[in-house]
Every structure is written in C-alpha cells, then in structure tokens.
C-alpha cells in the first residue's frame, strides 16, 4: 500500500502529558499537511510543508503545538501539555507542488484519534 | 476557521435514488474538491474540479464547479448501500492557500 499511512491510529493520554503523531506521505509527493477535525465537523487546516520547509501555520496551532519534517519525508506532530480540548481526530495529508493558480488534490491518511482524559 | 456552507446536513434515501448535495462559499475558489469520509477514517478524494462551469463525472458521481466560482454540487445516481457516509465539499483559491472544508453532508441509504 502507497498511500499515506499515520501512527498511531488511537492515542489516549491524560490531561498535561505531551504526545507525538507521525505521518508518512505518498512518496513522491513533496508537500504534507496536517489537519484537526472535530464530531461533526470538517477538517481544519493546521499546517502545511512543502519538502522540509514549514510554508504556513494556521491561527489553530497554539505555541503547544509543533510540527516537523526534518528529511522532507515523514512528518510528526507534537502537542505539549494536552488539554481536554485537544481531543479530535488530527488527519495527515499529502500532494504533489500544485501547478500555478491551480488547487491540490490532497490524499488523506486514516488519522489519529486523540483523547485526552 | 472559515468554513463553507454546505447542505443539506444529512439525506435519508431509498437505495437507487438519485442524491444531489451542494456547498456554497462567500469567496471565489479555483478549486473545487469532493471527499467521501468513512467513520474512524479519513477522507477520501472522490472529483477534482478547477474550472468554472467543468462538470466532471466518476462512475456514478458527478460534481460541477458553478459558474459563480462560489459553488460547487455534487450528484450521486443510482445510490447503492455503500454510498452511506459523510460527503464533504473543500475549495481553494490557490495551490498555495489551504483547503477549506464544509462541515459535511451525512447521507444514509435504505435497502
């Protein structure tokens, strides 16, 4: 299987512990994002990366969270001193650099479900 | 965040009925995409449009990307019981700006 893969699939940790996510994008795709959903919402984008360059950040990522992608390849998410509203599902996504003026077909990965107790 | 609004928030069908659902932005988009999300997966990438007025079909499903460029539908035909799940609608203006979701449709098929 090629697709995006992210691990783990479920964390459950309590309240103030720090947890760490990863995601493994397509191979040859050089972008990787990472989104937040919530129960009965869409995803909310988080942050993206073009190769291991960090391109944008959305208001969402508090100084608690950090993201990286050291090689360009896979990726990891850290959140630090969880809180009970940091419980979602945090999606992976991956894409090829989009061409000029035209959007991104995105590839999701299966995600990982936080709860934090 | 900016949300799109789409609609209607859940379907309720027979199974071979026909199923339209469509999104709405306040801002002009360039691109148009359709997700179909499992629950406890993530969403998958069903039709990509990037033009206004493009009517792009995938099997069963055809989407439009309005002419407004503020809108976007999406038709199922035919509906079969593994059609059940949550469609969601996500546009961009750029390669470069981050998709924006709609908050989903859930649809739900009855043999």
């Known amino acids: 299987d090629t697709g995006v893969s992210q691990d783990p699939r479920h964390k459950i940790t309590k309240r103030g512990q720090n947890v760490t996510f990863r995601c493994d994008p397509i191979?040859?795709?050089?972008?990787l994002y990472w989104y937040r959903q919530t129960l009965g919402q869409g995803p909310e984008f988080l942050t993206y990366?073009?190769?291991?360059?960090?391109?944008?950040k959305s208001r969402l990522l508090s100084d608690r969270f950090s993201a990286e992608r050291p090689k360009g390849s896979f990726s990891t998410l850290e959140i630090q001193r969880t809180e009970q509203g940091d419980s979602a599902m945090y999606l992976c996504?991956?894409?090829?650099?989009?061409?000029?003026?035209?959007?991104?077909?995105?590839?999701f990965g299966p995600g990982t479900r936080l709860t934090v107790l | 965040g900016q949300q799109l609004n789409q609609s209607p928030q859940s379907m309720f069908i027979q199974e071979g009925e026909d199923v339209s659902m469509n999104c709405t932005s306040s801002?002009?988009?360039?691109?148009w995409l359709w997700y179909k999300q499992d629950p406890g997966e993530g969403p998958v990438l069903l039709i990509a449009?990037?033009?206004?007025?493009e009517l792009t079909s995938n099997g069963r499903l055809t989407a439009q990307f309005g002419i407004t460029r503020k809108d976007s539908f999406l038709n199922i035909s035919a509906s079969i019981p593994s059609d059940v799940g949550i469609y969601f609608c996500?546009?961009?203006?750029?390669?470069?700006?981050?998709?924006?979701f709609g908050k989903g449709t859930r649809l739900s098929v009855i043999a």
């Open positions: 449009l990037y033009k206004a007025g």
């Open positions: 996504a991956s894409s090829r650099t989009p061409r000029r003026d035209r959007g991104n077909e995105q590839f």
């Open positions: 990366f073009q190769n291991e360059a960090q391109l944008e």
């Open positions: 996500a546009g961009s203006y750029s390669g470069n700006t981050p998709l924006v």
């Open positions: 191979s040859e795709h050089n972008r």
């Open positions: 801002s002009i988009f360039n691109t």
